[in-house]
């Protein structure tokens, strides 16, 4: 939750230094000769490093709900009947949606990347990682809004914590040697029984943490992550190291496995595909 909004913070400074916000109202330096201008909100509500600043109301104080600010900055934040639109500030852009634009809160304002950017996980599992051409969309493991005040979005019970469902059909393929189905731990952020983590025969079954680094080492879903060799140990052929002579399609000589068979549910050995191991 801290560092949800410490990166959301990080995130809107990006923002206010790609966009050179200008509508520092409240700073009294800015109105040379003036008095502060305090405004409806209080000193410093548009002044970023302010304790004040909105983004810091919203995430502390509001449970992340904008929705009020529509009252008076109107339903398109364009000013309503305050005159002050927020879309014109240079912060929030209106074709993005504004205040609601999805990158805004858990994203990345420059790239417009739309989940959270503070550690790797997201960006392994969506943008494809660890030699698999394997993408995850969000709705495998969390309900995705449609927009920004579905009901199922910013939860009243459990505000900045997101939920998940987890409900992936590569997680859970099934193998001989495939033991429980896959789970997300809440309390330690840690998923389990993951095939594409080694659920599978021979395989290591490693329980990963979502937040954690180096979760995904050669020698961690299969062989020895101590060594980094991803050769599974017995009854796994030992006689050698070359994977390429026997998972021909799965590997090139080098040791890259190739993206497009590996963590895809499918053994490829000696150039058949199989599912009954
Ligand atoms: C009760 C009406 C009302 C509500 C609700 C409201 N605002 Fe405002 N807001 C105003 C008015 C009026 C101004 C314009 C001038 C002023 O007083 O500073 C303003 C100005 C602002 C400014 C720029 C000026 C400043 O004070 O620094 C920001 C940023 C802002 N509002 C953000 C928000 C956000 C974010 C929300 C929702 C969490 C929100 N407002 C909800 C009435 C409102
Ligand atoms: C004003 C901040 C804000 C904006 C804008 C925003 N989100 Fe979120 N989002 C959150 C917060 C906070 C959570 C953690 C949710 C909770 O309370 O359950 C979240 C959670 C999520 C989740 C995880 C599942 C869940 O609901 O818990 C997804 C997926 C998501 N948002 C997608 C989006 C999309 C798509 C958009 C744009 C249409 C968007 N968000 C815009 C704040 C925001
Ligand atoms: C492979 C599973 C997976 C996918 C795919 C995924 N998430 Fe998540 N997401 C998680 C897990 C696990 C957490 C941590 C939840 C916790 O701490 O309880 C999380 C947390 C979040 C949070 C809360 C902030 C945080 O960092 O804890 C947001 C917001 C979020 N995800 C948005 C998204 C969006 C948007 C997408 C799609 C673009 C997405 N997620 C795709 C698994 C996933
Ligand atoms: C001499 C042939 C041969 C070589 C060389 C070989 N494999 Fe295999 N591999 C097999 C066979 C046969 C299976 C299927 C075993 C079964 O039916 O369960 C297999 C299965 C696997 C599996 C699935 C888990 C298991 O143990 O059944 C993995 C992972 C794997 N190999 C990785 C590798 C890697 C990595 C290398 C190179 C370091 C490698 N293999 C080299 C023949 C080989
Ligand atoms: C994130 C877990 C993970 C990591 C890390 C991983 N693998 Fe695999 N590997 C799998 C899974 C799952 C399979 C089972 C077959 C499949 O679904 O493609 C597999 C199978 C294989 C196979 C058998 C051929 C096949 O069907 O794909 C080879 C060879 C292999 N891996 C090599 C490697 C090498 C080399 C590395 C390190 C560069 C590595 N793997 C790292 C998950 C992993």
Redo the contacts with the bound molecule.
Sequence with gaps: MKTFMNATLLSMLAIALLAACSSELNDAADLPGQPALIGAHGAGYSHLGSDNFHAKDISENLGWDISSCRTCHGVNYAGGNTGQSCNASGCHAAADGGPEACYLCHGDALTKKIYPQWYTSHATHLEGGMGSNTTIPCSNCHDQPANYSDPEHIDKTTPGKAEVHFNNVLAATKT?GTVGTPAFNDGSATCANVYCHGN????NNKTVAWKGVDQAKCGS???DEATG????SA???Q?????S???QSA?DKA?NPNPATHVNGI?N??GVE?TD?
């Design positions: 001989l599978f025969t021979n395989g879903c299969h062989g060799s991803g050769l599974p009854p796994h052929p006689s050698s190291n070359d994977c002579s026997c998972h590997i040791g053994l050995v000696f199989r191991w």
